[in-house]
Nanobody, 128 residues
């Protein structure tokens, strides 16, 4: 059992940057796939970025090159550095995780079903 709590959301102008954090607590002494998801009004939840236990990362096409996912295992904290933000990035951003030691699902159909730990979400609003 692990609890996740996002922070760092807010309002930013287009072209700006924002850094989201996700603090994990509880039973953190496992191998987790850690990911960021987002959901805009009227749209399905979308996988944004994932980081695997070995440090490998993958991103959705819409954010690749602009967003960077990272983690600090000593602090049990996941990060999402977002740059060159556009209004299309506006959404509630969620930190999510599941126990997994190798490949971590994100972009394939059904990936969301693997994630059984979710934060409450943090709002990111990008104005033009």
């Amino acid at each position: 059992q692990v609890q996740l709590e996002e922070s760092g959301g807010g309002s930013v102008q287009a072209g700006g940057s924002l850094r989201l954090s996700c603090a994990a607590s509880g039973n953190t002494n496992g191998k987790y796939c850690m990911a960021w998801w987002r959901q805009a009004p009227g749209k399905a939840r979308e996988g944004v970025a994932v980081i695997e236990n070995n440090g490998g990362t993958r991103y959705s096409d819409s954010v690749a090159g602009r967003f960077t996912i990272s983690k600090d295992n000593t602090k049990n904290t996941l990060y999402l550095q977002m740059a060159s933000l556009t209004p299309e990035d506006s959404a509630v951003y969620y930190c999510a995780a599941y126990l997994g030691s190798g490949f971590c699902y994100l972009l394939n159909e059904g990936a969301e079903t693997w994630y059984n730990y979710w934060g409450q979400g943090t709002q990111v609003t990008v104005s033009s």
